[in-house]
């Protein structure tokens, strides 16, 4: 078993669809809609088979975006979405770069060997980018 792609509720599906494939290069399948729930949406296809499906639902409200990711675990849910990366500070800078919104710079973690980062797509949703080498261990 292994997760097929992770799904994130916008506000401008245009806006997000576009941001994230300039930021992260993403790929674009055929956009899609269902007319009945006023529904759009779009998945960005990712390396490694990961895909990310934009969903925006006319009438749908988006919180008070949380100051940090410890806030945002305030309320129970999808807290941020992880982007392992390799090279964590040119990642970084280019989503910087890209208009992401600054959280936490480039840094150790609280796990020994690992490095991380914060930051924020245009509408406030969280993305944290790790550098961990292998795989997540007990």
Not at 86 to 107: K, N, S
């Amino acid at each position: 078993m292994h997760v097929d792609h992770i799904g994130l509720s916008v506000g401008d599906l245009d806006a997000q669809r576009d941001w994230y494939q300039r930021a992260f290069g993403f790929g674009i399948a055929d956009p899609f809609e269902i007319p009945g729930v006023g529904l759009r949406g779009v998945f960005l296809l990712a390396p490694h088979g990961m895909a990310i499906e934009l969903l925006e639902r006319r009438g749908s409200s988006h919180p008070t975006p949380a100051a940090t990711p410890p806030d945002a675990l305030l309320s129970q849910g999808w807290g941020h979405i992880c982007m392992r990366v390799e090279d964590l500070d040119a990642v970084y800078e280019a989503l910087v770069t890209a208009g992401a919104g600054i959280v936490t710079a480039p840094g150790e973690s609280p796990q020994p060997g690992v490095r991380f980062a914060f930051v924020t797509d245009p509408e406030g949703n969280f993305i944290e980018l790790l550098d961990r080498k292998g795989a997540v261990t007990a």
